[in-house]
């Protein structure tokens, strides 16, 4: 069965640094497309970035704070999130599509390309 999990959330101070971890189960992985989405209270949830074998992708939210690596035989994709700001507090949640591909990069933000969706994380930034 496939599934993803996510890890690592928690309270940090702005200006600090977290990082999330995304456990894949079950076919889910090689060859995938994994990003990252996070969505605030009241607001949609948004594209943070993605990953397809070495190539990585950002939002301009986030484009040099956070980056997106992958262990593959650990079957985890992470999220390192640095200069943290208030604005970026937020449940992150990782997703996987198995339908985009490394010629879809434009695709990628939109959530409704993704099959599966892990539970989510709270990320909290206090100023």
Do not use: H
């Amino acid at each position: 069965q496939e599934q993803l999990v996510e890890s690592g959330g928690g309270l940090v101070q702005a200006g600090g640094s977290l990082r999330l971890s995304c456990g894949a189960s079950g076919r889910i992985f090689s060859g995938y497309v994994m990003g990252w989405f996070r969505q605030a209270p009241g607001k949609e949830r948004e594209f943070v970035g993605a990953i397809l074998g070495s190539g990585t992708y950002y939002s301009d939210s986030v484009k040099g704070r956070f980056t997106i690596s992958r262990d593959n035989p650990k079957n985890t994709v992470y999220l390192r999130m640095n200069s943290l700001e208030p604005e970026d507090t937020a449940v992150y949640y990782c997703a996987a599509s198995r339908r985009l591909n490394a010629y879809d990069s434009s695709q990628y933000k939109y959530r409704d390309n993704y099959d599966y969706w892990g539970q989510g994380t709270q990320v909290t930034v206090a100023s």
